[in-house]
């Protein structure tokens, strides 16, 4: 056997493992981000219909930012279900500011000990810089005269929302609806039951996502209504004219997508600074037109009566706390066994 | 030639050492310890929680749509996977590499991409399910659509496991059965059945395995209707990972129970093949 050409081997194959393992490691330490270098960089960690929403945002930030400090900056944006994306945080992805749908989502990497409690009275109206609320979309001419959570509950009528036990989204649909039968009903729980359990009848396919549902509808033409959060809708409008219309009920939920700071990450990355500037400047004038544009409800009540054309500013809305707060109509609706369960195994 | 080794398990073949030292070290882990790191997860449910948890209506019943829908996508595949294994390695014909090459698509295809596409071919104003909606089936939505997202992402399993077999399998062999007066038919179940048997087998149980477990495909086309009962498995798993209170223990507890419904079946297989191998070569 020749024994330095197997000698030579075992060193290449040693190499390689090394060489491979850095690889490994370096790649799971993720990149270094801070402000000791010329440019800087920050990861915004976010939901998913906000991406259009944030691509023009960051624009605007970083020419901000840019003629205030003279640096250049990079923000990085990372999508997916609200939820999911909560849970990467928590488990070392390396976000300087959440911007996600529900404040509960950021309430659980409160909990995890990477956000300083107080973080909701930190930024303005809840540190929530945009709001949206639930609609119906519909196709053009509205044949089947769909005007109300009333009309959802009709036979024949086809419904599409995404499952609430998979999505965030779909549980604001629900409770919209739960709040709308609660006022016709007053309140009596056995009727309210009845009512969703009716509407959820009706459901024809049930995806696990917002955008998903969305396609369903839009894209492979199933079902007479989608309920839609209002900048889903919007865009939809926007993407195919004269396809469909809007209708607003006359009760929707008022959706709070919260933001805040990943307190642990930016003293880590040193972009305490730089993050906190990120999220205020959310509220200048100039950022609530792009969130209006984008079909965000801006928080700023000038600014929204601005897009008084865009939104119906009419219609009554719920928010979470009429149900007691995030936490508790998880557990009274959507977790195993509750509302949800009750009325859809039926 | 050299004697084989001095010492008595001294591998001739040099590199032994460390190639088997990265094998263990990559099995462990990307293997090894994130399916131990499940099990831990799943345990840390009381006995009684976990019973509960998977005997729920919905649960049982995403058990029976996932397994019996792959079991009937592997079966088509089997019937299917055989005739394309043989067409390409019997025949000659224009355009059969392309063809050949094409089988390996459903592995290369993100799966929620392919996901996407079957649902909006089989949706009732796609292109094919227009056509089946004629005839009064509803494909995508439904089980249906669920056993094609199977049969989608589980052919090239069986064609693949077959095509070496039926290549190597010498055309003589045929021609002596037919010398001997063997029918086509009598050829076909007594000299190549058996011979494709042990590698259909595995093809078998490996789609069948991932169908079972499939997700990308399989969730745009589902429907995901607990009341229609298109809810699969993964789904459930995502279910708990996704929703508004993560549910990590009753996730792993599904998994786990998937895990061993797989590893079942593909030692029950394994098994099979093992007699069946044994007979041929005997």
């Not at chain 1, 390689?16 to 270098?37: K, P």
């Not at chain 1, 929707?252 to 400047?281: C, G, R």
């Not at chain 2, 094919?128 to 049969?151: P, Q, W």
């Not at chain 2, 399998?169 to 048997?197: H, N, Q, T, Y």
């Amino acid at each position: 056997m020749n024994k330095g050409k197997y000698f030579a081997g075992k060193v290449t194959a040693i190499l390689l493992t090394v060489v491979l393992s850095m690889g490994i490691f370096t790649g799971c330490g993720g990149s270094n981000e801070g402000q000791d270098s010329g440019s800087i960089t920050i990861t915004n960690v976010s939901y998913d219909p906000t991406r259009e929403l944030y691509t023009a945002y960051n624009e605007l930030f970083a020419a901000h930012y840019k003629e205030e400090t003279g640096k250049d900056i990079e923000i990085v944006q990372s999508h997916g279900g609200s939820g999911s994306q909560a849970r990467s945080v928590i488990e070392g992805n390396d976000a300087d500011v959440v911007t996600l749908a529900l404040a509960h989502d950021i309430t659980s990497i409160e909990d995890a000990g990477m956000i300083d409690a107080g973080w909701l009275d930190e930024f303005p109206s809840n540190s929530s810089p945009y709001t949206s609320t639930i609609v119906f979309l519909v196709r053009s001419g509205n044949e089947k005269g769909i005007h109300d959570w009333d009309d959802l509950i009709k036979d024949g009528i086809e419904v599409i929302t995404p499952d609430p036990k998979s999505s965030g989204g779909a549980c604001w649909n629900f409770l919209a609806a739960w709040d709308y039968a609660d006022k016709k009903y007053n309140g009596d729980e056995e009727l309210m039951k009845d009512f969703v359990a009716k509407l959820y009848n009706n459901v024809i396919v049930m995806d696990s996502g917002a955008r998903g549902a969305t396609t369903t509808f839009v894209e492979n033409g199933q079902g007479d209504v989608l309920l839609a959060w209002e900048n889903e809708a919007l865009l939809a409008l926007e993407q195919y004219p004269g396809e469909y219309e809007i209708v607003t009920p006359s009760i929707s939920i008022l959706a709070e997508p919260s933001v805040a700071i990943v307190d642990e990450n930016v003293e880590k990355n040193n972009t305490a600074d730089v993050a906190k500037e990120y999220l205020e400047y959310l509220y200048t004038d100039d950022a609530q037109r792009i969130i209006g544009e984008n079909y965000y409800r801006p928080s700023n009540e000038t600014i929204l009566n601005e897009f008084a054309d865009t939104f119906d500013l009419s219609v009554n809305l719920c928010t979470i706390d009429d149900f007691g707060g995030w936490d508790k109509a998880y557990a009274d609706f959507f977790a195993d066994g509750a509302i949800f369960d009750e009325i859809y195994q039926q | 030639m050299k004697k084989a080794g001095r010492r008595k398990g001294k591998v001739v073949i040099p590199g032994f050492g460390i190639t088997m030292g990265i094998t263990v070290s990559m099995l462990s882990i990307l293997i090894l310890i994130p399916l131990a790191s499940v099990m831990a997860y799943s345990f840390k449910m009381s006995p009684f929680e976990f019973v509960k948890l998977i005997t729920k209506p919905g649960v049982v019943n995403a058990f029976a749509t996932s397994i019996g829908c792959a079991f009937v996508a592997a079966v088509i595949n089997a019937v299917f996977g055989v005739m394309i294994a043989w067409v390409l390695v019997r025949y000659d014909f224009f355009g059969k590499r392309f063809i050949d090459g094409i089988i390996e698509l459903p592995f290369a295809l993100p799966t929620a991409v392919a996901g996407i596409t079957l649902t909006k071919m089989y949706s009732d104003n796609g292109f094919l399910g227009k056509a089946l909606e004629r005839i009064g089936i509803k494909a995508a939505y439904t089980k249906i659509g669920i056993i094609i997202a199977m049969v989608f992402i589980g052919i090239p399993f069986v064609v693949r496991a077959i095509q070496p077999v039926l290549e190597k399998l010498p055309k003589s062999c045929e021609e002596a059965g037919l010398m001997l007066g063997a029918s086509r038919a009598v050829i076909f179940r007594k000299i190549i059945f058996p011979e494709i048997m042990p590698p259909l087998l595995t093809g078998f149980g490996l789609a069948l395995a991932r169908g079972i477990g499939e997700y990308g495909s399989v969730i745009y086309i589902s429907g995901n209707s607990e009341k229609n009962k298109t809810q699969v498995v993964s789904y459930i798993i995502m279910q708990k990972l996704n929703s508004g209170n993560v549910d990590y223990e009753g996730a792993a507890a599904i998994a786990l129970i998937l895990l061993i419904i797989s590893f079942i079946m593909l030692f029950a297989i394994n098994i099979v093949q093992h007699v069946a191998s044994k007979r041929t070569s005997a």
